[in-house]
Every structure is written in C-alpha cells, then in structure tokens.
C-alpha cells in the first residue's frame, strides 16, 4: 500500500497545481454543511478525515452525513469499516495518500473534512516511523488500564509527556497507551518523536478552521445531543452495549450511555455527561487547531467570506 501511495502522489502535477482544503474545527462547529457547501462549488470530491465517522455501524452517535448529504457530494472514508476492523492512523495515511493521487487527476481541488487532528496531520505532514513495542510493555500498560481506567492513563501519560496530554483525546485509551507505551520503549516522549518537519506532499495544504463564539459552539452541542437523543441515540447504544470494549465504541456518546446501562448513573446524567464531555472534546480540538500556521480561521455561515479567502 505505501509503495501504491508515493506511485500515485507522484504521477500529480507539481504541488503548485494541486490543492488540498482542509476543513476543520470543533465539534458540533458545522463542518459537514460548510464542506459539502464548499466542495459542490469547486465541483469535488470530500475525503473525511473524523475517527468517528468511518465506521459503518455508528451514525447517530458520530453525526454521520445523513443520506441526502452522502448523496449531494461524493464522501470517501466516511462508514468504510467496521467497528471489528483493526485501523490506525497509519493505515489512514497511506490510504488517504493513495486516494488523493487518484482524485488529484480529476480535480485540482479535493476537500478534506473532520475534527481529528491527528490524522489531518496525517495527510498533511506525515509522521515519523514509530518504535515497535515489546510484548511485556504493552502488558504493563494494558493491566494498568484494566486495574485503574482511563483516570490512571491519563495521570501516567501526564506525568510523561505533558505535552501530547494536552493535545489527545483523553476518552480514547488506545491513543494514550501508545504514547506510554513510545516511552517506556524509547526514553522519548511521543510528542517529540512525532514530524516536526512536514514531510513533502505533492499538493499545497489550505486549511480553515470553522470557528462560533464558545457559547454559541456549546449550545449547539448541547441541542445536538438532544437530537441525537430523539433521533435513536439511546437505541443504538443498547445495540452496541454487548460491544463496548471495543476501541470504536470507547468514545463520546457512547461510553456514558455503556455506563448507564451498566448501572452506574441515571440517564438524564449520563446524558448530560455526554454534553459535557462533548463541550471539553471540543475545546481541546480548539487547543490542537491553534497550532497550525496560515489558517483562516472563519465562521462556518459565512461561505462567501471563506470562498474569497480561498482565492487570495
């Protein structure tokens, strides 16, 4: 797959032909209808670049495209797995790779849209090849996560590397064991290992960053998560309760709705941790997207401002 990947980013034309537009921002910030809205006007394709959104089974809790949406422009890696497939953001790099040397012989412009930092990074800088881990490591790592939850990898991983604290998803365990596991390994923290400079891409990057005033942006997610509640939320968790030690399943929407149902909590607070754990997800991709240099930050209504800004 990776020799496919650099075969067909080469065959595009110079970096200076092919762009790129990354779309981001937090959650609930209305990233779906201001890529579709971008990509029907420049007549192109949207690569999704959110976790959440590529397996298949999940859609209410994900905010998936809805049907119509999926159906007004072509979307690719949104619902092509499984929540049983193996994935990390690896694969997703030297899939996503492939995919845009195809897309960049048809169009000069192609869309990439979600609020996952890291595999936006992915596509657009690349990272550095990671240590392979031992056996026992990742058993030491693993019985402390069984033994103490995602609280004692969170303090683990602070205590180690700071840094990469504040910028990971600290409801996904799987990323913070291997920033544990990178150090334990190598003395190094991940953070540090991770490219600091880009790795060379055929295509030149243009990122926006669709921004609301913060209360605005909460109270959106808090209507959103009540949509989501009447649209089937409750239903799809009790589908998947069975499921939920799996690493799709160990997000936002899903792990609080797993912990009523085994008993924990009363609904209306395991709803209401969604929206707060939702409004702190959101202020930490907030935190991420402040890292990245010449970016327009926009308000997503404001589609003629942006598609200006995009000519200059």
Known sequence: MKKEAEALMNSTKKSSDKTLLVVTGPTGVGKTSL???????LQTDIVSADARQFYRELKIGTAAPTPDELSSIK???????????????SIYEEQALALLGKLFQKHNVVVLTGG????????CRGFDEL????????????QVYRE???????????????EFYLQVDLANPNRMKRAIEVFLTTGKKFSEMRTRKANPRPFRVKTVVADRPRQELFERINRRVDQMVADGLIEEALRFFRLRHLNALNTVGYKELFDWLAGNCSLAQAIEKIKT?????????ITWFKRYEETNWVHPDDLEGILKGLDK
């Open 116 to 123: 996952s930092g890291l595999y936006i990074d992915a596509v």
């Open 277 to 285: 754990n939702t409004r702190r997800y959101a202020k930490r991709q």
């Open 35 to 41: 890529s579709i809205a971008l990509a029907g006007h």
């Open 75 to 89: 979307h690719h890696f949104v619902g092509h797995l499984s929540v049983y497939d193996y994935y990390n953001v």
């Open 148 to 162: 103490g939850g995602l609280e004692a990898l969170r303090l683990w991983l602070k205590s180690v590397d700071p």
């Open 131 to 142: 240590p392979s881990v031992d056996t026992e490591i990742r058993e030491q790592v693993d």
